[in-house]
């Protein structure tokens, strides 16, 4: 049995073959499906996603990313993204990336210099047998609890050092860095996951990123494959769809809610991003659920 082969039964006896699992393994997450998914709009957060059974799409603004068990992904950016299951059994894990823990392991092992300008906040690399092996004895640990406070931190470090020794190692050096044009984007991507009802000023954004206006819209399509009005938008109607969805809002009002005055335009840019209006989008959700969830 390869090594993808038996983490995929791991991941598979945990979840039960279909759903998802967050471990009592710190930043650890585990995902199953039977079948491929229609697309799912989630916000994806700085993580490693490893599939090791079946195969998934991510899309991010302009972007198309496929992974299996040959590639893995890596998230650096906070980003709203559309991930479909495109082939299963499907079995994947999600370790969300620690900016701290990274950080102290470059301090210790690596001296390569932070790049000065801001990569893509999504890649896809060939995945090698040793980042495998280090995620298996990982998932591994839930058969043995009492070992976990122990061994976890050593698996997740290894994963983290293969990572930083491998081609995503620049990209991974910025997590931790949290400086210049990196983090200066991070400001803004805070600012509108905080104000996503608010008018947007691409003024207003600049000074917050003490960048011109264009060196903002460069740098921030450069990261997020979008530029910061359509990160705005997906940002709005992503929450619009979990107030129709989890708290029986209306359409009307979940539109004013993240900030549409105008319900036809709410409703035209709910049904560009999601494919069906409103009424008809959350029907179709309740009939057959997607899981939401970044893996």
Request: proline share 7%; with cysteine.
């Amino acid at each position: 049995m390869t090594t993808a082969a038996a983490l995929a039964d791991l991941i598979e006896r945990f979840t039960g073959g279909d759903g998802s699992l967050t471990t009592t393994i710190p930043r650890l997450h585990l995902f199953a499906a039977r079948r491929p998914s229609s697309p799912t709009h989630v916000l994806y957060r700085p993580a490693l996603c490893i599939v090791a059974r079946g195969s998934k799409r991510v899309i991010s603004g302009d972007a198309v990313h496929v992974y299996d068990p040959d590639r893995y992904l890596i998230v650096s950016i906070d980003t709203p993204v559309a991930g479909q299951v495109t082939e299963a059994p499907y079995a994947s894990l999600r370790l969300d990336l620690d900016p701290g823990l990274l950080a102290a392991l470059i301090l210790e092992t690596d001296a390569t210099p932070t790049p000065a300008m801001p990569l893509p906040g999504i890649a896809i690399s060939t995945l090698t047998a040793a980042v495998t092996d280090a995620a298996t004895r990982l998932v591994r640990l839930l058969d043995s609890p009492g070992d976990i406070a122990a061994l976890a931190p050593l698996a997740e470090r290894e994963i983290l050092y293969r990572l930083l020794r491998g081609e995503q190692g620049a990209r991974l050096r910025q997590i931790a860095a949290g400086e210049g044009r990196m983090r200066q984007i991070n400001r803004v991507i805070a600012w509108i996951k905080e104000n996503y009802a608010a008018p947007l000023s691409i003024g207003e954004l600049a000074t917050i990123a003490c960048m011109s206006p264009s060196a903002l819209h460069h740098h921030f399509k450069q990261v997020t494959a979008m530029s910061p009005l359509r990160f705005q938008k997906q940002i709005r109607l992503q929450e619009a769809r979990r107030l129709i969805l989890a708290e029986a809002s209306d359409a009307a009002s979940a539109g004013h809610a993240v900030g549409y005055e105008s319900p036809s335009q709410f409703s035209r840019e709910y049904r560009r991003l999601f494919g069906a209006p409103p009424v008809r989008d959350i029907a179709r959700l309740k009939a057959a659920p997607a899981v939401l969830a970044v893996d």
